[in-house]
Structures are given as C-alpha cells and as structure tokens.
C-alpha cells in the first residue's frame, strides 16, 4: 500500500501552509496514496513568540486544521498531520499531531511528550517547555496502512516511548520533525533506523526543510525505513512529496 510523505518549509503565514498542505493531500491522493504524511509545525513555524503566539489557537479556530480535515475528505485519503501547536484552555500550548480520516473525521490525537530544551555547539538554544506543555501518553491508531504509532520529533530520542507504541501494537511509526541541520546531520538517519530495527516496525519520518521566514534552518531528509533498518526514501533538502 502506497503512502505519501511530504516535505515543506513551513512559514509565519497559517494560510499559506495551509494552501500547501492542501494541495500536497490531493496530489498525494491523485497518485494513488493510501495515506499522507505531514511534518512537525505543519501549519506555522515562527520564533517570534509575540507575533507567532497571536497566530496560535485553540483546535476549534485552527484554519489548518479546518482546512486539512476539509482536503482529506475530499479527496478521500487518510492524513497524520504531524503537528500543529495548539492553544490550550490553560492558556499554554500543545505540539500536537493528528491522525484524519477520509471522512475528515479527527481519530487520534497526540501531545508531543518529550519538549526539545537544548543548548547546541552551535550557539542555537531552544526552550519548548517556556510555553508548551508536553503530553503524558502514547497513541496508536488503526489506518488502513495498519496500526500507526504517534510521535513527534525530540521524542525520537526516547528509546521507551517507541517500546511503549510497539508493545501496543503498532507496526508503523510516525516522527514528524523539524529537526535542526546540526543535530540532523549527526542523528537523524542513524536514530531513525534504530527506532525501525528495535521496534521491528516500519517508520515514517515527514520532515521540515531549509530555510523558514522566520531564519531558522531545518535539516529535511524525509525519510520512510524498513523493519531491517533499509532506507526506502530520503527526500534530501527538496520540498515536496515522495512515495513508499
């Protein structure tokens, strides 16, 4: 069964990512997908927490997700939406990714668990838990590509979680991300495919690429690996859709 994985460069404008995602979910149906695959901060990368934060909202307001549960119902394919951050009703914000049916209908959803606060050789330093609040639960869900379990981009780091979704079950792995091209270009494949092979599973990394409105520069390599740790697909720095 055919899955699409896309590769964006998400920007400060939710209308725009969203116009992006849109058309990646009908393209993706068009060749046949049975599901697609969509990176962390689909719908809006920006690090500047006054003019980003008045863009964040609550599930119900969100133009992204109104607009990708829209696509899929029409053209009739599954989507992981890997993360939209999200307004809490505490005023905080979620990472969150969502599993969409061909109906649009909302079947899973997932709060990032592990929050990326790092400070990098480089000089980058990030802080997610100053205004997020991570999740405290796994999430797999049934796809027609089978059982998919969920995760989010610094949670790839965390050999348990992904023990927790195997035993649960899931055959398939999500890592959505926008990981950083210092700490891709040391880990991201070689974590990747450790993820894969330990889990016997097979997983499916949509990625973030280049660089954003907002001067942050993310790493890409969109990749889908097999259960024996053999790389199916790596998208390189391109945006756009790929296939396995």
Known sequence: MRI???????????????????????????DGA????????????????????????????????????????????????????????DGRLANRGFVIDAAGVIRARYDKVHLFDVD?????????????????????????????????????????LYAALSDAGATLLSVPAAFTRPTGAAHWHVLLRARAIESAAFVVAAAQTGVHEDGRAT??????????????????EAAGLGYA
Not at 132 to 138: E, I, K, L, P
Not at 221 to 227: E, I, K, M
């Open 120 to 160: 990098l050789p480089s000089g980058e330093s990030w802080r997610e838990s100053a205004s997020y609040t991570g999740g405290d639960a796994a999430a797999v869900v049934d796809t027609p590509v089978g059982p998919l379990g969920l995760s989010i981009c610094y949670d790839l780091r965390f050999a348990g």
């Open 34 to 89: 049975a599901m697609v695959f969509t990176p962390e901060m689909s719908g809006l990368i920006d690090r500047d927490r006054v003019r980003g934060g008045g863009k964040i909202v609550s599930e119900d307001e969100d133009i992204v997700l109104r607009a990708v549960r829209d696509a899929a119902a029409a053209a009739g394919i599954w989507v992981h939406l890997g993360s939209l951050a999200v307004r809490r009703p």
């Open 219 to 236: 790493y890409g390599h969109a990749l889908v690996v097999d259960p024996w740790g053999e790389v199916l697909l790596d998208m390189g």
């Open 4 to 30: 699409g994985v896309l590769q964006m460069t998400s920007g400060i404008d939710p209308a725009v990512n969203a116009a992006t995602l849109v058309e990646a979910i009908a393209d993706a149906a068009g």
